[in-house]
């Protein structure tokens, strides 16, 4: 292996260690083809699979795989009508498997995530029986205060530009603290622990994906 190589599996290693004594599942995957096999071997087939947004779910597979394989898929972008994407997410929220990403991870295995609405990390607090997330390993931070500051200035401006939003950071490329009717970030949410053991899973990932 390589120094790089090497230093991202100590870096991974350290940080599973942290989630494990949060009582989170965390797993090591140094490239996206080897993230989706390992998903896949978490996923039962015939599991009933909702999703937050998220790019890396798209970056490494899995959404396309879910999507084509056997399984029970609650897909909010299939609704026809504001109602019915209502109430496939409100099904997604008792689904058997959430799928996602974290904004940010610190070394000892803290989840920081900023939201718009909220459904993505009401999903993470509550809800669905498991929560699998994919978070490249370029996302960890040292402290819960850097994984902010790289979520409101790192995530967010990028999110803000794909979605077409109206926000200061996407007009200067930094955090404006806003109160817009457009921010999305409405909800901060901070995860240091999981009273369901092992019901958070993470996968970190050795190659960049996501914002």
């Given at each position: 292996?390589?120094?790089?190589?090497?230093?991202?599996?100590?870096?991974?290693?350290?940080?599973?260690?942290?989630?494990?004594?949060?009582?989170?599942?965390?797993?090591?995957?140094?490239?996206?083809?080897?993230?989706?096999?390992?998903?896949?071997?978490?996923?039962?087939?015939?599991?009933?699979?909702?999703?937050?947004?998220?790019?890396?779910?798209?970056?490494?597979?899995?959404?396309?795989?879910?999507?084509?394989?056997?399984?029970?898929?609650?897909?909010?972008?299939?609704?026809?009508?504001?109602?019915?994407?209502?109430?496939?997410?409100?099904?997604?929220?008792?689904?058997?498997?959430?799928?996602?990403?974290?904004?940010a991870i610190t070394?000892?295995?803290?989840?920081?995530?900023?939201?718009?609405?909220?459904?993505?990390?009401?999903?993470?607090?509550?809800?669905?029986?498991?929560?699998?997330?994919?978070?490249?390993?370029?996302?960890?931070?040292?402290?819960?205060?850097?994984?902010v500051n790289r979520?409101?200035?790192?995530?967010?401006?990028?999110?803000?530009?794909?979605?077409?939003?109206?926000?200061?950071?996407?007009?200067?490329?930094?955090?404006?603290?806003?109160?817009?009717?457009?921010?999305?970030?409405?909800?901060?949410?901070?995860?240091?622990?999981s009273k369901i053991?092992?019901?958070?899973?993470?996968?970190?990932?050795?190659?960049?994906?996501?914002?």
């Open positions: 292996m390589s120094p790089k190589e090497i230093y991202k599996e100590k870096l991974a290693q350290k940080i599973i260690k942290g989630l494990n004594k949060r009582n989170m599942e965390g797993h090591y995957a140094p490239t996206k083809e080897e993230v989706l096999k390992t998903a896949l071997e978490i996923i039962p087939q015939g599991a009933s699979i909702s999703w937050g947004g998220s790019e890396s779910i798209k970056e490494v597979g899995v959404l396309d795989a879910v999507k084509s394989g056997n399984y029970i898929v609650y897909d909010r972008d299939s609704a026809k009508s504001p109602e019915e994407r209502t109430e496939i997410m409100r099904k997604g929220m008792f689904a058997d498997f959430y799928l996602g990403s974290s904004n070394y000892d295995g803290e989840l920081v995530n900023i939201d718009g609405m909220g459904g993505r990390v009401a999903a993470y607090i509550w809800g669905p029986e498991n929560v699998l997330l994919f978070v490249s390993l370029n996302k960890a931070v040292g402290t819960i205060e850097e994984g979520v409101r200035n790192c995530a967010a401006p990028p999110n803000a530009e794909r979605l077409n939003l109206n926000t200061p950071c996407r007009a200067t490329g930094l955090c404006g603290n806003c109160l817009s009717a457009d921010t999305i970030c409405s909800q901060l949410v901070v995860t240091r622990f053991k092992n019901r958070i899973k993470v996968i970190l990932i050795g190659e960049e994906s996501g914002y």
